[in-house]
């Protein structure tokens, strides 16, 4: 019989082989029948530390064994009181308040909602979201509604609310991006939404720091929420913990989630700046944030994001960072002269080139590229043909070389 798992982005009718996974450790997956794998993008740029770290390993089981879950409505437990302690003493210390939720695409929701909920308290006519060109913020209606338009969300278009998109910063032509910001924010917008520095899944676009802060001071010139989307860019994605680091920026609201468990568990969090928990707060019942979820801020997620920091705090983490950012740098150099080759650049932890000359999501090179890997047992997961390696912290030299390798001989397909 046929599996009767409907896989998400998956076309079913491709015929394509589902590896099975039994196992995982650091970079590596093994596979059902032996297979040694690479997991070279974290399995969908969650896993910061390596598969199954033994500190979180530990925090899940006891925290398993002690309290699995409780209504987070109205009651509270540890560690999730611990965590967001932990958030407020790591994060900017504007953002002294920690909306608990499941995943990125709630995290952005929140977001949305508490901007919205923030500007119905002081000026109800302003409810226009602003985000910027091949942006990616989540699959649910709403962060769709905030991301690129294409062949992802085609058929539910009528249902996606109208935001205002301002041009991505292409190199040169930065101006056009902050004039375009400055002209939407002065007509009154509500807030501004944008993944900093780095747009993932739009098609791991970079932009400079210099241009998040002048977005930043615009939005702040006109009083219009700045809403940061680290959810991928956070937990040292970028190099710094933050990528709104780079650019010595705070926003008014942040959403994490990706490397918040350090993979291991879904868990988000939505932080916000006093202002917007206070368009909140009063004795007005219909004036409290109406959102949660059936395991808001569930006691075994939080227990693995506790761990998490504890890791960030013990462990030279910064360190693996910045040594995987020199390694991926100099084998990007190697590839960079390959006449095929374009765009090769690097942020931090993340390294993208583009090949051939056609891109876009549905190129034609880009199911050769997936069978090329496959074939070869790394995990890459092209977006279109572009290339991107996003490992764990962790993974070995000779593991990032096989990756470099395969995607040298990638760079011959035609
Ligand atoms: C992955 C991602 C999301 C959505 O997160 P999910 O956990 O998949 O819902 C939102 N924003 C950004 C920038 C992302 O990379």
Redesign the pocket.
């Known amino acids: 019989m046929t599996s009767p798992v409907w896989h998400p982005f998956t076309q079913h009718g491709l015929g394509e082989p589902i590896p099975l996974v039994n196992r995982a450790e650091g970079a590596i997956l093994h596979t059902s029948d032996g297979r040694r794998i690479v997991d070279a993008i974290s399995s ?2 969650v896993t910061t530390h390596g598969h199954s770290h033994p500190r979180i390993v530990a925090a899940i089981r006891e925290q398993a064994e002690t309290l699995d879950q409780i209504i987070f409505a109205g009651w509270t437990h540890q560690p999730a009181e611990d965590l967001a302690r932990g958030l407020r003493a790591l994060m900017p210390a504007e953002l002294t308040r920690v909306f608990f939720s499941d ?4 995290s ?1 929701e929140v977001a949305i909602k508490m901007a919205l909920g923030y500007w119905r308290a002081h000026d109800p006519a302003r409810h226009r979201i602003l985000v910027l060109e091949h942006g ?4 649910t209606i709403g ?1 769709m509604s905030v991301g690129a338009r294409g062949v992802f969300n085609r058929a539910y278009e009528p249902l996606l609310f109208d935001v205002g998109t301002i041009p991505f910063p292409v190199a040169g032509r930065e101006q056009a991006t902050l004039d375009a910001l400055e002209q939407a924010c002065a007509a009154g917008a509500a807030a501004f939404l944008v ?1 900093p520095l780095a747009l ?2 739009g098609g791991m676009h970079f932009y400079s720091a210099h241009v998040l802060r002048e977005m930043r001071a615009i939005c702040a010139r006109h009083g219009v929420l700045f809403l940061a ?1 680290e ?3 956070g937990w040292g994605r970028t190099g710094t913990l933050l990528a709104c680091e780079h650019a010595d920026v705070v926003p008014d609201i942040l ?1 994490l ?2 490397g918040l468990t350090g993979g291991a568990i ?1 868990l ?1 969090v939505t932080m916000a700046s006093e202002p917007i928990f206070a368009a909140h707060y009063g004795p007005e019942r219909e004036r409290m944030f109406f959102h949660s979820s059936s395991y808001t801020a569930n006691p075994i997620a939080c227990a693995a994001a506790n761990a998490n920091l504890a890791i960030w705090r013990d462990e030279p983490v910064r360190e693996g960072i910045a040594t995987l950012g020199q390694r991926q740098q100099a084998r990007l150099d190697a590839l960079a002269t390959h006449p095929r080759v374009r765009n090769a650049r690097r942020l931090g932890t993340i390294a993208a080139l583009e090949i051939g000359g056609v891109d876009g999501y549905l190129s034609t090179l880009a199911p050769r590229l997936l069978a090329h890997f496959r074939d070869r047992d790394l995990l890459l997961r092209p977006l279109g043909n572009t290339v991107y390696v996003m490992p764990p912290y962790s993974i070995e030299e000779a593991d990032l070389d096989r990756v470099y390798a395969a995607i040298a001989e990638a760079c011959d397909l035609d």
């Open positions: 969908w740029w995943s990125g695409s709630t952005v990616y913020h989540g699959d962060a993944e993932g899944a989307d959810v991928m860019t959403c989630s990706k879904p988000a």
